[in-house]
């Protein structure tokens, strides 16, 4: 399975992006992860195959997985952003049912892009 992540760019304080992540093939639980230079790769959210959602707390009532991941399609509308959201967002995906907050769970990764936040 590949995953294909679009969506990036830079964006002031406050401001609005969307992330999208394609996979090539069926996955059951889909994950947004972000790594800031020097940091360790964090979770941001994650989508079950029957539609659940779930999110970081850093994150949680600005960020959202809208819609569901059948179409092994998923995105992340990201509101409020701030500096400390700059990194780059990965899409990961599992064969497992079951959602994970742990990169180590994941069995497939797309190249990530560039989320830029300015003051």
């Known amino acids: 399975v590949q995953l294909q992540a679009s969506g990036g760019g830079l964006v002031q304080a406050g401001g609005s992006l969307r992330l999208s992540c394609a996979a090539s093939?069926?996955?059951?639980?889909m994950g947004w992860f972000r790594q800031a230079p020097g940091k360790e790769r964090d979770f941001v959210s994650a989508?079950?195959?029957?539609?659940?959602?779930y999110y970081a707390h850093s994150v949680k009532g600005r960020f959202t997985v809208p819609g569901d991941n059948a179409n092994n399609m998923m995105s992340l509308q990201m509101n409020s952003l701030k500096p400390e959201d700059t990194a780059v967002y990965y899409c990961?995906?599992?064969?497992?049912?079951?959602?994970?907050?742990?990169?180590?769970?994941?069995?497939?990764w797309g190249q990530g892009t560039q989320v830029t936040v300015s003051s």
């Open positions: 990961a995906a599992r064969r497992a049912r079951g959602t994970s907050d742990r990169p180590s769970d994941y069995d497939y």
């Open positions: 989508i079950s195959w029957s539609g659940s959602t």
């Open positions: 093939g069926r996955t059951f639980t």
